[in-house]
């Protein structure tokens, strides 16, 4: 089952929590490539000073200011695309970042893409699954878009860790430290593909 847009509308504090275990999938040349995901981070409004929403809205982070369950995906560092579901109401910019995933349909694609290195980082997964400006504001929600989320197996809370966010350096306190990354910990257990 592919989730709906109500389910990006929630909190985005739970849409993090509950994407683990779900399935990110892409059609690639008529293969179809998933991975359980297995780590995200939130970011939550224009006072989060770890968004990107932190000063207004931009050309840049607009999508985020769109409806829930569509994708965001921009450029940093100047080489790597980044994987967001917006979450919350239209015109609130929140989104979820999508951290990692664990290969498991498509695994010799997604291995072929990746020169045989993991998908554990936002970019690696973006590079395995060929997802990159093109996909940014498409509607995560419908097959035909490109990517989409589908339900997968519930992850029980005593398989969860939080904490910080990665890579904010530069921010202050308290959203420098805020428990805001989920991930499944430890992965060892999924399925291979």
């Not at 940093?76 to 970042?97: C, D, I, K, Q, S």
């Amino acid at each position: 089952m592919i989730f709906p847009p109500t389910f990006y509308a929630q909190s985005t504090l739970t849409v993090a929590r509950e994407l683990l275990g779900a399935r990110l999938v892409r059609v690639l040349d008529g293969v179809r490539l998933a991975g359980i995901i297995i780590e995200t981070e939130a970011y939550i409004g224009e006072e989060d000073l770890g968004c990107h929403a932190k000063s207004g809205k931009t050309p840049r982070n607009a999508v985020m200011y769109g409806p829930p369950g569509h994708a965001y995906v921009y450029f940093t560092y100047g080489m790597h695309w980044m994987l967001n579901a917006v979450t919350e109401r239209e015109g609130f910019p929140a989104a979820v970042l999508i951290r990692a995933i664990h290969p498991v349909e498509g695994v010799n694609v997604i291995s072929a893409r990746r020169q045989g290195r993991d998908t554990l980082g936002p970019a690696k997964l973006t590079q395995a699954l060929s997802i990159d400006g093109a996909q940014n504001g498409v509607n995560l929600c419908v097959p035909d878009s490109g990517p989409w989320i589908e339900a997968g197996t519930p992850v029980a809370d005593r398989e969860i860790t939080t904490g910080p966010r990665v890579g904010l350096y530069t921010v202050p306190e308290p959203w420098k430290s805020i428990p805001w990354r989920f991930r499944i910990s430890p992965p060892a257990h999924l399925p291979r593909g």
